[in-house]
């Protein structure tokens, strides 16, 4: 049990003090185990109404389960600034619409003492990992749980790059720590 | 019988050498005599000899990866080898017996029982002696036509580069990212190539670097030691000693001008996956 | 074909030129930068004979394509020192496309104290004394010149800030109402138009022709499928219609990136006093007008009317970033005190973002109270007045931030950074840093996701992809600018993948040109490149591309820093 701080913006906030539903600062009970979507259907919202649901100041999906004291807004479709991109929005966890969603596949070896990496069991059979695309070579190590204070050189394709690269599929991946040995 | 003809010519032979190819080559006991005779240097025996075209023996089993007309630059080469520890000793001796005829080597340190997994020249007799003292001593015995000047001491500050002063190029045989980057400073203000090499557990890189070419920083700038990987996999013997003898393929290649000497990508080579690649930096 | 006019304003004189090969593509901000790079020195002082005052039409503007009606206005920045484009709506661009001028070049500086303004008609270029309209605010200058020379003209004026030539001193364009509410604000570029003495430049375009088009047909195809894409998205077709770009304050402060109290937290307690929807009420109940376009030919109508709460006019083009400046970020929740300082803004001739974080600055310094919205219209009068008060406010955040002892100045380059945190937008702040128009969140705007391959979740409080975004979303900028395009038209073309083809379309019908899609990136990353490189020439360095110190500090309600290193925003920059 508990409450949840609930706005509603734009359309959305016009639609609604239209049907004296609080929705500017307005304190909701919650039930146990209830989520955003459950919340926004008490109040009428439906999916289509909303571009996307801030929990604590993050887009989040639908599904998200709510706790006590937790702050969540709804923003219907035509917010303008790229804020739109930025804040998450565009690709709304809900839409099925996301084309980039298609999986790409990149060799990563771990070299000297990062090796025990590798055996993550993400890793397939021949030192691959698997992504949704758009990733970065940081996805990938933070995958692997790779601590980044213990990367000193990365590859991408045999060619020196950084953690923040794009991966592609079928990209090829070295990360090397420090080594001094003599 | 003492033969009254004191030339290479009289003293030369027929030897059939790897490929089945005729050449003459003279053995050392005989170059020794002659320059004794001649009162000559020893090196300057050797080159006399090459250069008739009169192949020292001992160089025999190199042709003809290394041919004579190669085996007359080494003698003339002169390399720097900084560090004498696993890779160091282990070039040390490499280059000494391919017949780089000078070499200046640097190392503080006396052997000690832990040199004993790896470092060449660390044997029971020689624990507590100058490592770079052993190795003159020792690669005298192995090639004498090998001029070393041993330097007991450190190189930590940019301003010994007046010690490399004659030589070409500068091998990389240290420990410690600090000193490697004064040693890439060195090289830079010398305008050397620096035949860097590093190993852990059961692998390691080389990678020659160009003077300024500020590759020795992307390695080693800011590192912090604690997470270094030797220290978390050890160095057993193994690597120094492929990596020793990749640093020496680099070195020949500078020297004897090949193609490959163009190529500055970064080896890395694991030999426990095993593994061979190269990255671009 | 198009000319450059040049103008001489210490001869008083002017002449026609045919544009260079290198500069004959170009427009909008494309030709502006080049322009400046070209001919103006970088170390010039900006308000000296050196500097050069580029107006330049983009691609697009004077023909039908909808929202092409936008103006760049270039020359090296007298507050950041570097190059700086401004971009504005109105009437200039149009006209001046339909005069055949493809440029309006100010050049040179008097000798004496006389104001002029130039008047550009169809058979001429005229100078005119303007000294009686020294101090004469930008809302009465615009009556006046439309009294003097026909309604709806195109006007371009300065007031008392530029006049001053102070630092914050916009250009103010007359929207198709005849109100002062477009301007050509960051930067400065109102006290260049100062230091060469023109208080107004008048455009009238009577008795010319339509623009000519090199193929009608395949234009007119292309603007149509333009014009139903952007009336049928939802952004530009309601959102900003209905709400205007205000819509952004409740949305950002419940991101918690709405920058409050100078930047300290990312929550205004008041924000939907401020807010789009209080401002949409407003207008209704006070007979505004809730949409209304800044050019003609513009279809998404985000502008609005203003009115008190007599019915009276207030002020127009009420922006996010006004209201964030005078509100959250000076804690001010009265919306008409806002409203009040946006119309002394306009009058003035001032740009709203620096001048909002100036006053947040003031109250950092102690002149005037917290969220006091009367002592802040009282004090930004002073400007209009020649107070040293109002010469120092009219400087700017970091000249007033100086003056004061301030120590929380939150500038790049010298520019007051607008209405988005950067540590808890990342992308916006790497904009903020490495953009070379100084802390600018336009400059890195709009299209990124179809057209460029960026795409998919990205997280604004983390660092990942943040710069590789920033890189993209300031390349696509540029070319927009370059097209005398709306920048809000992003929004349709974000979601679109034929959007970008449509507007190659437009251009290539326009002109006879043969570009292609990728022609934009490739157009983008040359702009770009211009611009960092007359800041280079400026002697601006990797470390001018930095946010202050005071961004170090975790930043609620997500408790962020701002964490890039200067090695990582210089990738930005790097093409």
Known sequence: MGNVLFNAFSFL?????????????????????????????????????????????KIAPLDTPLHDGDRIAALPPGTPGPYRLLLGLVSSPDKKSDKKKDPIKIEIRLFASLAPYANHGDMDSDGCLSFKAPATIRDAIQRLGVPEQEIKLVFLNGVGASLDSSLKDRDRVGIFPPIGGG | MMPKDHSLESRARIEKDCQGKSCRVICDQDLLALADILNIPLHQMYLQSMEKGI?????????????????????????????????????????????????????????????????????????????????QECCRLINPAVRITAHRIAVKDQNQDALFADVQVIVDALDTPGDRLTLAAIAGKCRLPLVHGTVAGFGGRVMVIHPLDGRMEMLYGGQEDACSAEHQLGTPVLSPALIASFQMMAVLNLLLGK?????????????????????EL | MSKILRINTREKTYSFETPAEDIAGLGGRALTSRMILNEVPATSHPLSKNNKLVFAPGLLSGSPAANSGRLSVG?????????????????????????????????????????????????SVEFLDADEYVGVCNGDMITKLWDRFGKRVATASIGVAGEQRLTSASIQFADPKGHPGRAAGRGGLGAVMGSKKIKAIVVDDKGTDRVPLHDPEAFKAANKKWVELLTSHPVSGQGLPAYGTAVLVNVINEAGALPTKNFRNGRFENAQDISGETMAANIEKRSGVATEGCHPGCVIKCSQVYNDKDNNYLTSGFEYETIWAFGAHCLIKELDDIAMLDRLCDDFGLDTIETGVTMGIAMEGGIIPWGDGKAAIELLKKVGTGDPMGKIIGNGAAFTGQALGVDRVPVVKRQALPAYDPRAVKAVGVTYATTPMGADHTAGYGVCQNILGVGGSIDPLKKDNNVEISKNLQIATAAIDAAGLCLFVAFPV????????????????????????????TLGISILKDE???????????????????????????????????EELAEAVKF
């Open chain 2, 55 to 135: 192949l020292p023996l001992r160089y025999l089993r190199n042709m003809p990866s290394i041919t004579l007309k190669e085996q007359i630059i080494l003698q003339t080469s002169q390399v720097a080898v900084v560090g004498a520890g696993g890779l160091g000793g282990r070039i040390i001796e490499g280059l000494s017996r391919l017949g780089v005829g000078t070499l200046h080597i640097f190392d503080p340190d006396l052997f000690d029982e832990t040199n004993l997994n790896r470092q060449i020249f660390a044997d029971q007799n020689t624990l507590g002696t100058p490592k770079v003292e052993v190795m």
């Open chain 1, 13 to 57: 906030q016009k639609k609604l003090k239209a049907q004296d539903i609080p929705c500017v600062n307005a304190v909701l009970d919650l039930k146990d185990g209830q989520r955003v979507k459950d919340i926004l259907d008490g109040l009428g919202i439906t999916p289509q109404d909303i571009e996307g649901v801030f929990v604590n100041g």
């Open chain 3, 532 to 566: 960092l490189e007359f800041n280079r020439r400026a002697g601006f360095t990797p470390k001018d591309d930095r946010l202050p110190d005071m961004f170090k500090e975790p930043f609620a309600p997500h408790n962020t820093t701002w964490d890039f290193t200067d």
């Open chain 3, 494 to 521: 974000l979601d679109n993948p034929e959007g970008l083809q449509m507007i190659v379309d437009m251009i290539n019908a326009r002109y006879g040109f043969s570009l292609v899609v990728d022609d934009v990136t």
């Open chain 3, 75 to 123: 020359g090296k920045s007298p507050l950041t020192g570097g190059i700086k484009e401004s971009n504005s709506g109105g009437l200039v661009s149009q006209k001046l496309a339909r005069l055949g001028i493809k440029a309006l070049v100010l050049e040179d500086k008097p000798e004496d104290d006389g104001f002029s303004m130039v008047v550009i008609k169809q058979d």
């Open chain 2, 259 to 279: 193609n490959q000497a163009t190529d500055n990508r970064m080896i890395y080579a694991d030999m426990e996956k095993p593994s061979l690649d190269l990255f």
